[in-house]
C-alpha cells in the first residue's frame, strides 16, 4: 500500500529565514506530487504540483519554490520567509494515470513570526 | 476550467439527525468528482468518490453522494451524524489524465449534544 510522509508537523520560523518542508511518498512510482497551501474559509491552494523528477508548475506566484530530486520526493522551499507565507501546508499524491484522486499528508502548521 | 462551489460554510446540526452538504460543479466533460473530510489540524481523507456507474454512491464512515448531471450536482449525505463527523467537509472536481483536483472553499459541520 502506499503511504505518504510529510514533516515537520509544526514549525515556527522568523520573517526572513529560509524554509525547507519535505514529502515522500512510498508504495508507488513515478506518482503526481501537489504542495497546497490552506488558509482559514478559504479552502485549499495549488502552490505546485509536479507530474515527474524536476518537472514543477506553479500556480500561483510566490515566496515558495519546489523541488523533485527523486521520484517520491518533493520539497517546498522558501529564501526568506514572509509573515504572509504563514498557513497550513499539505503534501499530495496521484497516481500518474487517474482521475486525479489525491491522497494527502497530515501537513505542517508554519507560523512565520 | 473545472471549479466547485460549496454554498454553506459552516452547518450545525443535533447528534442523530441528518445531514446533508451542498455541492456545485463546473465542467464541460464526465467530472469526476470526491468528498474529503478534514479534522483540526489534519490532512485531508477521502470519504468517496465518483467517477461513472450508480449515481449514489456509498463511502466510509456512513457516508453517502448522489451525482445529478441536470444540476451540477454532487451532495454528500448522512443519516444520523455522530459528535465524530465535526469537521470540516471539501468537495472536489477532477478530470481524466488530470494533474489537478479543483477543490471547494470548504463546509465546517458543528454537531450539537
Known amino acids: 500500500s502506499q503511504t505518504i510522509h510529510q514533516w515537520p508537523a509544526t514549525l515556527v520560523q522568523p520573517v526572513g529565514s529560509p524554509l525547507s518542508l519535505e514529502c515522500t511518498v512510498e508504495?508507488?512510482?513515478?506518482?503526481?506530487l501537489y504542495w497546497y497551501r490552506q488558509a482559514a474559509g478559504r479552502g485549499l491552494q495549488l502552490l505546485f504540483y509536479?507530474?515527474?523528477?524536476?518537472?514543477i508548475s506553479s500556480e500561483v506566484p510566490q515566496n515558495l519554490s519546489a523541488s523533485r530530486p527523486q521520484d517520491r520526493q518533493f520539497i517546498l522551499s522558501s529564501k526568506k520567509l514572509l509573515l504572509s507565507d504563514s498557513g497550513f501546508y499539505l503534501c499530495?499524491?496521484?497516481?500518474?494515470?487517474?482521475?486525479?484522486?489525491?491522497?494527502f499528508g497530515q501537513g505542517t502548521r508554519l507560523t512565520v513570526v | 476550467a473545472q471549479s466547485v462551489t460549496q454554498p454553506d460554510i459552516h452547518i450545525t446540526v443535533s447528534e442523530g439527525a441528518s445531514l446533508e452538504l451542498r455541492c456545485n460543479y463546473s465542467?464541460?466533460?464526465?467530472?469526476?468528482l470526491f468528498w474529503y473530510v478534514q479534522s483540526p489540524g489534519q490532512g485531508l481523507q477521502l470519504l468517496l468518490k465518483y467517477f461513472s456507474g450508480d449515481t449514489l454512491v456509498q463511502g466510509i464512515k456512513g457516508f453517502e453522494a448522489e451525482f445529478k448531471r441536470s444540476q451540477s450536482s454532487f451532495n454528500l449525505r448522512k443519516p444520523s451524524v455522530h459528535w465524530s463527523d465535526a469537521a470540516e467537509y471539501f468537495c472536489?472536481?477532477?478530470?481524466?489524465?488530470?494533474?489537478?483536483?479543483?477543490f471547494g472553499a470548504g463546509t465546517t459541520v458543528t454537531v450539537r449534544a
Open positions: 465542467y464541460g466533460a464526465t467530472p469526476y
Open positions: 508504495g508507488t512510482s513515478n506518482p503526481n
Open positions: 472536489a472536481v477532477g478530470a481524466w489524465a488530470g494533474y489537478k483536483l479543483s
Open positions: 509536479s507530474v515527474g523528477i524536476g518537472q
Open positions: 499530495a499524491w496521484s497516481f500518474d494515470r487517474g482521475q486525479g484522486e489525491a491522497f
